[in-house]
């Protein structure tokens, strides 16, 4: 008898939770043309970001390939603190010049999507370079 009431309640839930749905789906606000072309230029905002990040990934994996090969060809120590001065140097300003880059497109992409009615957010994420990690910004999306 347990068994029965059971799995009665069970489709009795299946059956709410599916009746539902649509009701929660129809809820959410209809998209104008204004704001898809908003989520477009986000999505483009964001691409171009990403973009960035892996040339400067690329980069800076090229320099560090050609860091690490001149650091262990040095003999001296004067050679190899130099060389890993020059290189942090280098790392540190192609860095910069890819957040300052991606700072400047998410301002566009926030003020663009602001005139379009959307809601966005930046979500600093971090991202992998040879021998350290850099918090990039790219848009999300909280809503319109």
Request: hydrophobic share 50%; proline share 3%.
């Amino acid at each position: 008898m347990f068994k029965k009431s059971l799995v009665a309640v069970m489709l009795f839930v299946l059956l709410a939770v599916m009746a539902g749905t649509p009701v929660f789906a129809a809820e959410k606000a209809a998209m104008s043309p204004e704001i898809a072309q908003g989520l477009t230029e986000i999505e483009n905002v964001n691409a171009k970001i990403y973009a960035e990040i892996a040339e400067a990934q690329l980069e800076a994996q090229n320099m560090y390939d050609q860091y690490r090969d001149e650091y262990y060809a040095a003999k001296d120590a004067g050679t190899k603190a130099a060389l890993t001065a020059k290189y942090d140097e280098e790392v540190t300003a192609l860095i910069h010049e890819l957040d300052m880059k991606t700072r400047e497109m998410t301002r566009i992409g926030v003020e663009n999507a602001t005139a379009a009615g959307i809601t966005v957010e930046i979500e600093w994420v971090p991202v992998q370079f040879p021998d350290r990690v850099a918090l990039i910004d790219p848009l999300v999306v909280i809503g319109w």
